[in-house]
């Protein structure tokens, strides 16, 4: 499978998305929303911890 090997080698990336940001997502409403989306938006990785620190505040 080279093909698949040199895919990675050029940068192509994947991560697992969190089973906690659909939930955030869909449990959370006005200010407290908008801090979790802003949050992700500048998320490179996911990091559950500042999520919930966005979502809390």
């Not at 006005?30 to 620190?53: H, N, P, S, W, Y």
Request: charged share 20%; hydrophobic share 45%; with cysteine.
């Amino acid at each position: 499978m080279p093909s698949i090997r040199q895919n990675l080698r050029c940068g192509l990336s994947w991560q697992v998305v969190l089973s906690a940001l659909p939930r955030m997502m869909t449990q959370t409403r006005g200010a407290k929303l908008d801090r979790v989306i802003a949050t992700v938006m500048q998320m490179k990785k996911f990091d559950l911890q500042t999520l919930e620190c966005a979502q809390a505040d």
